[in-house]
């Protein structure tokens, strides 16, 4: 079993910056591949980035390229995502989610999800 605790969402003007986290817990909790993804007020789940286990492979969505940044510390067994240049279409709850392998857009099966975190950008 994996937890994961996502944290650091709030309130923030256009342009502004957020920097997530996603401390994972649990067995094994380091060898799992990460992905961010986020659900915006009567929109889908959509995928925003993904970190494999060692962080060596990142991916993004297009929407967020240049820039959001997904990173990891494995000493510390935490994902972040920092996010810079903030626009109001990037309000939605964002969550964490582990899986074995990393996977990109269009994929929602993972094994483990997080509570999320609401991420409110104002005009």
């Known amino acids: 079993q994996v937890q994961l605790v996502e944290s650091g969402g709030g309130l923030v003007q256009a342009g502004g910056s957020l920097r997530l986290s996603c401390a994972a817990s649990?067995?094994?909790?380091?060898?799992?591949?990460i992905s961010w993804l986020r659900q915006g007020p009567g929109k889908e789940r959509e995928f925003v980035a993904g970190?494999?286990?060692?962080?060596?492979?990142?991916d993004y969505a297009d929407s967020v390229k240049g820039r959001f940044t997904i990173s990891r510390d494995n000493s510390k067994n935490t994902v972040y995502l920092q996010m810079n240049s903030l626009k109001p279409e990037d309000t939605a709850v964002y969550y964490c989610?582990?899986?074995?392998?990393?996977?990109?857009?269009?994929?929602?099966?993972?094994?483990?999800w997080g509570q999320g975190t609401q991420v409110t950008v104002s005009s």
């Open positions: 970190i494999n286990w060692s962080g060596g492979s990142t």
């Open positions: 989610a582990a899986d074995r392998l990393m996977h990109g857009p269009g994929v929602y099966e993972y094994d483990y």
């Open positions: 649990g067995r094994s909790a380091s060898n799992y591949a």
